[in-house]
C-alpha cells in the first residue's frame, strides 16, 4: 500500500499512538504543563510541505537534557529508539510558518502520545510553534503525526552502529529498504558537528507523499562518515 492509501486507512484507527520503541510504559496521569512561550513571531504563510523530525533518543539522552527527561532517558518508563521530535509544516517560500494559535494541548491528549514522543512539554511546544499552523486542534495535530509514524518501518540503527565504516548513506538505504515506497534523496539526516547521528528528517508533500527533500533538510552526502550512539 502506498503511503497516501496506508494514511487514510489509519485514520480510521482509534487506538492511541505508539511508539517503536525498545518498551515503554507511560503514566497512568499527568498533571498540567507550563503554558509555552513563543520564541519567535507568529507567521502565517502558504505550506508547501512538511517534514517529519525524527530523533535518535540514545543520542539525545547522553547529554545533560537526561536529567530533565526522566520518561525518555531515566529507564524506568522505557527505552527509545527513534521517537517524534515533531511534524513540521513548511513553506512554499520563505521561512516555514509558526505560532499560528489554537488552544492548549490536554494533560490526556499529552499523555496518549508520550509512547511516540516520551517529553511531556516537546509534545505542546510542537503543537504551539507547528500543528497550530497546519491542524484546527492539538487531536488533528497528533493524529496526523502517529498516522505518518505508525506508516514507517524504522532501520536497525543499533545494529548498524557496530558496522565498520559506516556512513549517511547506508544509513539511507537502510531505511529505504525498510521502506521501499521512500527513495533516498527523500531521507534527511541531521548529524552533530562531531558526526554523531541526531535526527531523521523526512520530506513530505501537501499531500503527504514521500518528495526529495531541499539541501538544508537532506543533510550530508551519503559518503559522509556516521557514528551512532547505542547508549544501552
Known amino acids: 500500500m502506498n503511503p497516501r492509501g496506508l494514511a487514510l486507512a489509519l485514520l480510521a484507527l482509534p487506538s492511541p499512538a505508539l511508539a517503536q520503541a525498545y518498551q515503554c ?17 507568529p507567521r502565517r504563510v502558504a505550506i508547501g510541505g512538511y517534514t517529519l523530525a525524527l530523533s535518535w533518543s540514545p543520542e539525545y539522552c547522553r547529554g545533560e537534557q537526561a536529567k530533565r527527561e526522566p520518561m525518555q532517558c531515566g529507564g524506568a518508563s522505557g527505552r527509545f529508539g527513534f521517537v517524534v521530535h515533531g511534524l513540521w509544516p513548511e513553506a512554499q517560500v520563505g521561512p516555514p510558518p509558526q505560532w499560528c494559535g489554537g488552544a492548549a494541548i490536554a494533560p ?42 505508525r506508516s514507517l518501518a524504522m532501520p536497525d540503527a543499533d545494529l548498524l552502529s557496530r558496522k565498520d565504516g559506516l556512513t549517511v548513506g ?57 557514528k551512532i550512539w547505542r547508549g544501552l
Not at 116 to 126: D, G, R, S
Not at 213 to 225: H, K, M
Open 25 to 41: 510504559t507511560p503514566p497512568a496521569r499527568i498533571g498540567p504543563i507550563a503554558p509555552v512561550a513563543p520564541d519567535g513571531p
Open 108 to 149: 490526556e491528549l499529552l499523555r496518549r502520545n508520550l509512547c511516540m514522543t516520551p517529553v511531556p512539554w516537546l509534545i505542546a511546544h510542537e503543537w504551539a510553534k507547528h500543528g497550530s499552523c497546519m491542524a484546527r486542534s492539538p487531536e488533528g495535530y497528533e493524529k496526523a503525526s502517529a498516522i505518518l509514524w
Open 170 to 226: 547506508a544509513l539511507r538505504q537502510t531505511f529505504v529498504i525498510a521502506n521501499p515506497e521512500w527513495r533516498a534523496d527523500e531521507v534527511g539526516v541531521l548529524v552533530s558537528p562531531r558526526g554523531w547521528l541526531q535526527e531523521l528528517r523526512l520530506c513530505y508533500s501537501r499531500r503527504y507523499l514521500p518528495v526529495r527533500c531541499p539541501a538544508e533538510r537532506f543533510g550530508p552526502a551519503d559518503a559522509t562518515p556516521l
